[in-house]
């Protein structure tokens, strides 16, 4: 057999080995996006509806209902019935996926519990469970309580009202200084007398540097210029 007979032989074989893979790779992505597509469905309208008809509703489109414990204070929405959905109407979501439901207390307010003396992420938390709103947050400083914690609300406990004020302390303000440019300057004596004022300073490296003495601060941080405390840590590196 000629070689050009040969060659064109194998040359044949060769596009049908490749026509056959290119189809068995496009055969299966479309199977694939096909089987996920048969997964996907629609999230129904569940605001307005009773618990239990959402439920059976998500039930028959493969979903799941998970009811948060906290409620929210729709007047447009009877007492019992769902006040808000997440993911909303109207998403697509695999089957299996659980829908998250709250439920609505009617024109009904909760009452608002005792936040003073609690920390305001723990006070934000509880208003989140009992679906109340913060409507404004105001601070003061002061050392007579910790800092962060609630020492004041509007309205009072157990008054009924969609959102509630807190009064926070911040603490007192600590003072704060202007960083000094110590580039060049003995870093183990600058150490020494920015310790004795109170700061928390760290000589943390020591690295060579050509033509300059052993010691002399060639890093700093933060840098010149930066307002500092004397609860933060300086950092220098010396040369050696």
């Known amino acids: 057999m000629a070689l050009s007979t ?10 049908l080995l490749v026509a056959l893979a290119a189809t068995y790779v496009a055969s299966a992505f479309v199977t694939t996006r096909v089987a996920l ?4 469905v629609r999230v129904p309208v569940l605001v307005g509806q009773p618990v239990a008809n959402a439920g059976v509703a998500l039930a028959d489109l493969g979903l799941a209902l998970r ?5 929210r204070a729709e007047a447009k929405i009877p007492a019992g019935r769902i006040a808000q959905q997440e993911p909303a109407a109207g998403t697509v979501a695999r ?3 659980s829908v998250k439901v709250w439920v609505s207390t009617g024109n009904q307010a909760p009452p608002v519990p005792k ?9 934000r938390i509880r208003l989140q469970q009992d679906g109340l709103d913060v409507a404004r947050v105001s601070e003061i400083r002061s050392n007579d309580f910790p800092a ?9 406990p157990q008054t009924r009202a969609a959102g509630v004020s807190l009064l926070v302390n911040r603490g007192e303000a600590a003072a704060a200084y202007v960083m000094p440019d110590l580039i060049g300057v003995n870093g183990y004596r600058a150490a020494d007398v920015m310790r004795a004022s109170g700061f928390r300073v760290a000589v943390v490296a020591q ?3 050509p033509g300059v003495p052993p ?3 060639i890093r700093q941080s933060p840098q010149g210029g930066f307002q500092v405390t004397a609860s933060d840590t300086i950092s220098l590196e010396v040369s050696r």
């Open 6 to 15: 040969r060659v064109w032989r194998a040359g044949r074989l060769l596009l």
């Open 37 to 40: 597509k048969a997964r996907e």
């Open 67 to 71: 009811v948060d414990e906290s409620r």
């Open 95 to 97: 089957r299996g996926r």
């Open 115 to 123: 936040l003073v003396g609690e920390s305001e992420r723990a006070a």
């Open 148 to 156: 962060d914690i609630v020492v004041g609300q509007d309205p009072p």
């Open 207 to 209: 690295n060579p540097y």
């Open 215 to 217: 010691g002399v601060v």
